[in-house]
């Protein structure tokens, strides 16, 4: 079991940047691939971001591609979420999430994710 924490969101005027962070429990993080998504009001969560245990993969949903990147730091269990050029349509509660299966090397699909944060808002003004 891990538990995982997020922390960095806020309010932010369109054009702007935030860097979110999730940290993990336990001694196994660098085990784990790691994800972002994101969940607006009345929408599915979507698949934002992910990246591979080493930090060597990562992969992007269309919709950020260019302006937010994912990076890791396993000795401090963490992974990070820099966003710039934010946009009014970013605004949602932004969630990280861990796949522990070892035959994956990006993760896409938000079911595949077997451990979830409890979420931290972005809201972003135009």
């Known amino acids: 079991q891990v538990q995982l924490v997020e922390s960095g969101g806020g309010f932010v005027q369109a054009g702007g940047s935030l860097r979110l962070s999730c940290t993990a429990s336990?001694?196994?993080?660098?085990?784990?691939?790691m994800g972002w998504f994101r969940q607006a009001p009345g929408k599915e969560r979507e698949f934002v971001a992910t990246?591979?245990?080493?930090?060597?993969?990562?992969y992007y949903a269309d919709s950020v591609k260019g302006r937010f990147t994912i990076s890791r730091d396993n000795a401090k269990n963490t992974v990070y979420l820099q966003m710039n050029s934010l946009k009014p349509e970013d605004t949602a509660v932004y969630y990280c999430?861990?796949?522990?299966?070892?035959?994956?090397?990006?993760?896409?699909?938000?079911?595949?994710?077997?451990?979830w944060g409890q979420g931290t808002q972005v809201t972003v003004s135009s």
């Open positions: 336990g001694r196994t993080f660098s085990s784990y691939v």
């Open positions: 999430a861990a796949d522990k299966r070892q035959s994956t090397v990006v993760v896409v699909s938000r079911g595949e994710y077997d451990y």
């Open positions: 990246i591979s245990r080493s930090g060597g993969n990562t």
